[in-house]
T-cell receptor
């Protein structure tokens, strides 16, 4: 069974640009969550999608958005990039059911210059 | 709001010695608890989880953790560490165990260094 796949692995963008990150969950999983990891703030929850609907979101500005497709793949978009958006963005896949764990991808390393 | 505290930012252990990483959580109901490990530049790998039942849970790579409700703790242990255990360890708490509606709240992590 393939794991969680995130593309691209590395990305360099200029301040003010926008970026789209992709996550393909484990086959059969319907829940995809996104997390931002920085040295200063640690791991922070961005949002979670289940069956194409955003179920919950963390405390991030509206520049951070996401969506989920019918095949459960998810994309995360960040508009008007700021230097502080430089981070490792991790995607987690789960069935979304009770008593199941989340499996993480290897992440996308975004550097904003 | 839920929170997780990992009091030790860095821990250095000699290879072959025992290990205990501390985790304290704050949560108003029965928590779902997890330990993840992260190697440099990699994603998170689940070591073990606690949902309910037996408070001593076994995980992969010889790790175990004990849930103590009275102390709001979920400490990770290993009887004998190997050099390959050097990594960052994260404790996490979730309301929905699938990392679902309310997401997972992570501690700041403990960086484990293994001395030869």
């Amino acid at each position: 069974k393939a794991g969680v796949t995130q593309t691209p692995r590395y990305l360099i963008k200029t301040r003010g640009q926008q970026v789209t990150l992709s996550c393909s969950p484990i086959s059969g999983h319907r829940s995809v969550s996104w997390y931002q990891q920085t040295p200063g703030q640690g791991l922070q929850f961005l949002f979670e999608y289940f069956s194409e609907t955003q179920r919950n979101k963390g405390n991030f500005p509206g520049r951070f958005s996401g969506r989920q497709f019918s095949n459960s793949r998810s994309e995360m978009n960040v508009s008007t990039l700021e230097l502080g958006d430089s981070a490792l963005y991790l995607c987690a896949s789960s069935s979304g059911e009770v008593n199941t764990e989340a499996f993480f991808g290897q992440g996308t390393r975004l550097t904003v210059v | 709001a839920q929170s997780v505290t990992q009091p030790d930012i860095h821990i250095t252990v000699s290879e072959g010695a025992s290990l205990e990483l501390r985790c304290n959580y704050s949560y108003g109901a029965t928590p779902y608890l997890f330990w993840y490990v992260q190697s440099p530049g990699q994603g998170l790998q689940l070591l073990l989880k606690y949902f309910s039942g037996d408070t001593l849970v076994q995980g992969i790579k010889g790790f175990e953790a004990e849930f103590k409700r009275s102390q709001s703790s979920f400490n990770l242990r290993k009887p004998s560490v190997h050099w390959s255990d050097a990594a960052e360890y994260f404790c996490a708490v979730g309301k929905y165990s699938g990392g679902g509606a309310d997401g997972l709240t992570f501690g700041k992590g403990t960086h484990l260094i293994i001395q030869p």
